[in-house]
Structures are given as structure tokens and as C-alpha cells.
Nanobody, 126 residues
Framework: QVQLVESGGGLVQAGGSLRLSCAAS????????MGWFRQAPGKEREFVAA???????YYSDSVKGRFTISRDNAGNTVYLQMNSLKPEDTAVYYC????????????????????WGQGTQVTVSS
């Protein structure tokens, strides 16, 4: 079992920045691929970013160039640095853990992840 707890959400003006953190406990953190997803009211949960085997990172087109995912295996934490935020980034953000050897196709599917945090709200005002 892996327990995930997100933090760092809040209210920010458009163009601002936030850094989300996801602290993991339980099994060896380094043995998991980690992803960030988000869900806005009335919309489906969507892929934001992932970091998989070898430290490779991937982003959705909507956040590429603005968001950065990173992980600190010693600290059992994964981060999502969000810059140049837009009102359309408003959502509940979830971190998730899944098999380390995810494929590029599978890492964008929320059903491929085994562990989830409770979510943290990000609100971007215009």
C-alpha cells in the first residue's frame, strides 16, 4: 500500500504560480511511476503530467511549457510546479502512483494508476 497526500493548492491570479506537493508513505516510493491528474466541475478527470522509469517526464499539451513535474525519492515526494496559470487550470488536482514501467500510452489513463491522494483545489482567478 502507498498513501498519498497532496498539498499546496490555493487561490492565485492568472499568470501566477503554485507548487503542488504529494507526500508518499508506505512502500518504496521510487518503485512507482507518479502522475498528476485534474478534474474540473462537470468534467472528466484528465491527465496533466507523469514521471516514469528513468525519470522521463510527459505532459499534456495544455500544460506543456508551463508545468514541471519532479520527484525527490529520498524525500518520498513528487512535485508539480505550475507557472503562468490560467483560469482554465482551475480544478482539483490529484497525484497518483502506478507501475514504474508504464508505457507512454498507459500513463495518461487514470485507470492505470493504483494509488490516489485526496486531491487539492487550485483556483485561478481572471
Amino acid at each position: 500500500q502507498v498513501q498519498l497526500v497532496e498539498s499546496g493548492g490555493g487561490l492565485v491570479q492568472a499568470g501566477g504560480s503554485l507548487r503542488l506537493s504529494c507526500a508518499a508513505s508506505g512502500r518504496t516510493f521510487s518503485g512507482y511511476a507518479m502522475g498528476w491528474f485534474r478534474q474540473a466541475p462537470g468534467k472528466e478527470r484528465e491527465f496533466v503530467a507523469a514521471i516514469i522509469a528513468g525519470g522521463r517526464t510527459y505532459y499534456s499539451d495544455s500544460v506543456k511549457g508551463r508545468f514541471t513535474i519532479s520527484r525527490d525519492n529520498a524525500g518520498n515526494t513528487v512535485y508539480l510546479q505550475m507557472n503562468s496559470l490560467k483560469p482554465e487550470d482551475t480544478a482539483v488536482y490529484y497525484c497518483a502512483g502506478g507501475p514504474l514501467q508504464m508505457t507512454i500510452a498507459s500513463m495518461t489513463r487514470w485507470s492505470e494508476y493504483d494509488y490516489w491522494g485526496q486531491g487539492t483545489q487550485v483556483t485561478v482567478s481572471s
